[in-house]
């Protein structure tokens, strides 16, 4: 009752505006009596993934807590995990203004935020005063300004510095947002990427004595072969998991809707079925590497689908948005 109230007001505002308003305020109250408001105790049913427990297989993804300002918060919703960032070496202040649009028939929503963060050091020292326990996974991407034949150096920069702090690392190379990035998915620019993030990685290993999982967050805006050439490079760098899909640059779904025409990426229910497919395909070509499915999870008959297509855990974002905790409590407790 008190999130659809909350939601009444917060989408009769600007999207971006009320996405600041809530992060804002779940920082503010997230240690607090207040909390009570959306804090969930929700039953065990751990999953064993990438050499860590997660306590349930639902988890947040990556883009709603940028900076990684409401860790707590969000961990005091149920959540088996949570996944923050994007965060980039530099912070930057992403794409002009507005950005970020609701297209509430379809549960959707269009974002062309572009990296907006404060960077690596700033969100290592919001991790670093956290009081949450679970596991947390860090998203890493590429400075705007940083050219494509460059981009390895930006990874391995925000890998370097949030390796002691996350419990799994995702590379990013497949936001639509900023110019040219979801070219590092193919060819060349991908093994180069992928082989100096390993290397990298094994180096981090010995120098923190601990080993920490990396994952390749793919767009669903590919055909068979793509995802075979994307999937075969991940699997032959050594990579430890896949997570799709990213948002879609496709318009299918909510053509002649209002805002349907804005740039940027498509997420929430026109997602659901694409990024299944797509998931489908990485279990046809690898049964082995570990699978985080997302996209247009809606409930429990969505979670399922992306579970049975071969994933291990998924993640929400734009229907948590649409649904608020609840959508947490809904597909756990169903499992």
Known sequence: MFY?????????RDAEWAHEFALKNLKRFA?????????????????????????????????????GECIDALGQMGFGFI???????VGQPGNPKPRMFRITEKNAIINRMGFNNHGVDNLIKNVRNKKYKGILG???????????EKGHEDYVACLEKVYPYADYITVNISS??????RDLQFGDSLEVLLAAVKNRQLELQAEHHKYVPIL???????????????????????????IATNTTLSREAVAGLEHADEAGGLSGDPVRDVSTDVI????AINRDIPIIGVGGINGLEAAKEKLDAGASLVQVYSNFIYQGPKLIKDIVTGL
């Open 4 to 12: 659809q109230l909350a939601k009444r007001f917060m989408f009769s």
């Open 31 to 67: 240690n607090t009596p207040a909390s009570l408001v959306w804090k969930q105790n929700l039953p065990e049913k751990p999953v064993k993934l990438l050499g860590l427990t997660f306590p349930n297989p639902v988890g947040l993804a990556a883009g709603l807590d940028k900076n």
């Open 83 to 89: 996944e923050i960032g994007t965060v980039t070496p």
């Open 138 to 148: 860090i998203n890493i991407g590429k400075n705007k300004d940083t050219p494509n």
């Open 176 to 181: 639509p947002n900023t110019s040219g990035l």
């Open 216 to 242: 390749v967050k793919i767009a669903p805006d590919m055909d068979k072969i793509a995802v075979e050439q994307v999937v075969d490079c991940i699997v032959t760098q050594g990579m430890d998991g896949i």
């Open 280 to 283: 489908k395909m990485i279990r």
